[in-house]
């Protein structure tokens, strides 16, 4: 599989788990500082401005007295940027964050275990998914 449609694949996977709805049916709003700074990050993504679109993403992770909606939706933005870039570790702990959440479906989480095996062993890490 080359590097692009990896790449589209993961991209499929995390559209597919925003996309999904929400197992836990609590709060469903995010606060203004957070969509804003998310919403940067989802313009800097789609123009393939990588490094602004996670300085986006960490913006909106350091403001103060985030919700546990603003935290997961942020995990979301992170795991598509840090997908996209190749970024294993950032993209895995995100992916680990929506896993261990109720609000992720078993179908999305399924998907993103898979996203997390597929990209470890493009990465040649292959002990990085024996742990599961």
Request: aromatic share 6%; glycine share 4%.
């Amino acid at each position: 599989m080359s590097s692009h449609l990896l790449r589209i694949t993961l991209a499929a996977c995390v559209a597919f788990s925003v996309a999904q709805p929400v197992a836990h049916a609590a709060e469903t709003t995010l606060s203004a500082g957070v969509a804003t700074a998310l919403q940067q990050a989802q313009t800097a993504l789609a123009g393939h401005k990588y490094d602004q679109a996670m300085s986006a993403v960490n913006k909106a992770d350091a403001i103060k007295g985030n919700s546990e909606y603003d935290t997961y939706v942020i995990a979301q933005m992170r795991a598509a940027v840090a997908s996209q870039t190749g970024n294993l570790a950032a993209a895995t702990a995100a992916y680990d964050k929506l896993i261990a959440s109720p609000r992720t479906t078993k179908a999305a989480k399924e998907q993103m275990l898979m996203s997390e095996a597929t990209m470890a062993y493009k990465a040649g890490n292959y002990r990085s998914e024996e742990r599961r």
